[in-house]
């Protein structure tokens, strides 16, 4: 089964995420599910925007962009946020670098090995990556357990999604479709700001969802968030570490005290050691998970393959990992590496059907300068929840 | 000193990587910082005790030093005596 629309260029990885979600649907029972596509989940941000293929420069925004560097890697930055641009000299020691000319970065990449400017990136908490690492963490991990809550059948789930951008919300918006009552929490200060920046997206990915708003600095607003997490079934969040305990929420605290609380932490590396602190983003992690080596090896040209894949890939991951760990009864935080996932799913996709996924590739690179494939816009099911509408009911204090 | 340059306390745990520098001494915990470890810690100086936290950007007033902590520790920054202040971090604009 497909989406309805132009299936002449493939989206590579699409049919494993199909595969995945299609576990989900079974799983779950979801009948929503079940006439969803893969394929949809995977390029509808790409399809509904208009984007291009665009070679070394990602799709859409055009915020990352892989540049060889002297020792002939390939190192991957992502470039979205302007105070992001202020730490370039820093990247690469040189307090002359014209940070917002994209030819003097690809100059000075060249300049350096790929390695030491992933080493350095990181520090500085910048979105890099290099073409040829093995990410250190695996896709998915259990880090704490807690104990255990037996839950009656048919009992709808309550979902606190406090996840930003595309990979947490789309696990919310599919466990949503799936029947789950799903609360959006955003910052006052630091909403999502994907409502303001692709409205289309937003909308499709965070439908039906309830919206509170809170106030960091406000105890009392952060004493009611805690409260809701204690009631929650599950609590998908996609903050580094240090974000989440400096606004006073202890994930592992939590886990270990509330029954049966399943906690996603969806990360760029995976949220054990070092690299939980380490940011990433959909395209970075793409190329962290061997995505754009893999287009090479089969087109001789490098490049981002899909609109921040990663993203998609890992959304349906935690929601079908998520909805396990529901299963089993038993709290727990899993921890989720975007760049992991892709290295898992390309790992599968090529045991799966080698010479498919090698043509799909192909194609792919073929594709350089295209309109992203298109497919019939998904209907919304549900209105959108304004920003902060549900605070009286949900967040009372 | 040039930017990218990690510098580590003499007086606690803390280290900054330098985004900008204007040339006068940095300090962490009321000692100036260098980029060895020192054998045996420094006192720590009670004004310079705040603390410093991981992955926080700091700042002088005039925008002419920007820090970044890479390692948290007991002490505070400054440069030649004032201490520095932390610049708040902005959201991601959108997914890339």
Redesign the interface.
């Known amino acids: 089964m497909n989406p309805p629309g132009d299936y002449a260029l493939a989206i590579p990885l699409a049919r494993w995420a199909n595969r995945r979600l299609q576990l989900l649907a079974a799983e779950t029972g979801s009948a929503r599910l079940s006439e969803l596509h893969g394929t949809t989940l995977v390029g509808e941000r790409g399809a509904n925007n208009g984007y291009r293929i665009n070679g070394r420069v990602?799709a859409?925004?055009?915020?990352?962009r892989l540049m060889p560097t002297r020792d002939g890697g390939w190192f991957a930055l992502?470039l979205?946020?302007?105070?992001d641009r202020?730490?370039l000299?820093?990247?690469?020691?040189?307090?002359d670098l014209a940070i917002h000319d994209n030819d003097a970065i690809a100059a000075a990449a060249l300049r350096h090995n790929c390695a030491e400017l992933v080493a350095?990136g990181r520090?500085?908490?910048l979105p890099v990556a290099s073409a040829d690492e093995v990410p250190v963490n695996p896709p998915v991990e259990i880090l704490v357990r807690g104990p255990m809550r037996r839950r009656a059948r048919g009992q709808r789930l309550l979902v606190i999604d406090m996840s930003?951008?595309?990979a947490g919300p789309l696990a919310g918006h599919l466990f949503w479709l799936a029947g789950a009552q799903v609360v959006k929490v955003e910052?006052l200060t630091?909403?999502?700001?994907?409502r303001r920046?692709?409205p289309a997206t937003f909308d499709l990915i965070n439908q039906g969802k309830a919206n509170v708003v809170v106030d960091f600095a406000s105890d009392p607003q952060k004493a009611a968030l805690v409260a809701l997490i204690r009631r929650a079934d599950v609590v998908i969040e996609s903050s580094?570490p240090?974000?989440l305990k400096?606004l006073g929420i202890d994930a592992e605290a939590l886990v270990r005290e509330v029954p049966g609380l399943v906690w996603l932490s969806v990360t760029g590396h995976g949220a054990s050691g070092e690299a939980a602190?380490w940011t990433g983003?959909?395209?970075d992690c793409a190329v962290a998970g061997g995505l754009a080596r893999a287009l090479e090896d089969a087109s001789g040209e490098i490049g981002y393959v899909g609109d921040?894949i990663a993203?998609p890939l890992t959304g349906i991951t935690a929601a079908l990992e998520g909805w396990r760990a529901l299963q089993s009864g038993e709290a727990q935080r899993v921890g989720l590496s975007m760049s992991a996932i892709v290295a898992q799913a390309l790992a599968q996709e090529r045991a799966h059907d080698a010479a498919a996924l090698e043509s799909e590739l192909q194609g792919w690179a073929a594709a350089n300068g295209k309109l992203f494939p298109k497919f019939a816009r998904r209907t919304l099911l549900a209105p959108v929840h304004a920003i902060g509408s549900d605070n009286a009911r949900y967040l009372p204090c | 000193m040039?930017?990218?340059?990690?510098l580590k306390s003499q007086a606690d745990d803390t280290e900054v990587?330098?985004?900008?520098t204007g040339g006068g001494t940095i300090e962490c915990g009321g000692a100036p910082m260098a980029e060895a470890k020192p054998a045996e810690l420094l006192p720590l100086a009670a004004d310079f005790s705040a603390g410093t936290?991981?992955?926080k950007r700091y700042v002088d007033a005039d925008g002419a030093y920007?820090l970044?902590c890479?390692k948290p520790g007991k002490g505070s920054l400054s440069v030649d005596g004032i201490a520095l202040v932390t610049k708040d971090?902005?959201?991601?604009?959108?997914?890339?």
Do not use: C, H, Y
């Open positions: 990602s859409g925004l055009g915020g990352s992502t979205i946020r302007p105070e202020e730490l000299p820093a990247l690469f020691g040189d307090a350095r520090d500085l908490g930003a951008i595309w910052s630091r909403p999502d700001l994907i920046d692709d580094r240090r974000a400096q602190n983003i959909g395209n921040a993203d | 040039k930017p990218g340059t990690r990587m330098v985004i900008r936290l991981m992955g920007e970044l890479v971090a902005k959201p991601l604009p959108a997914s890339d």
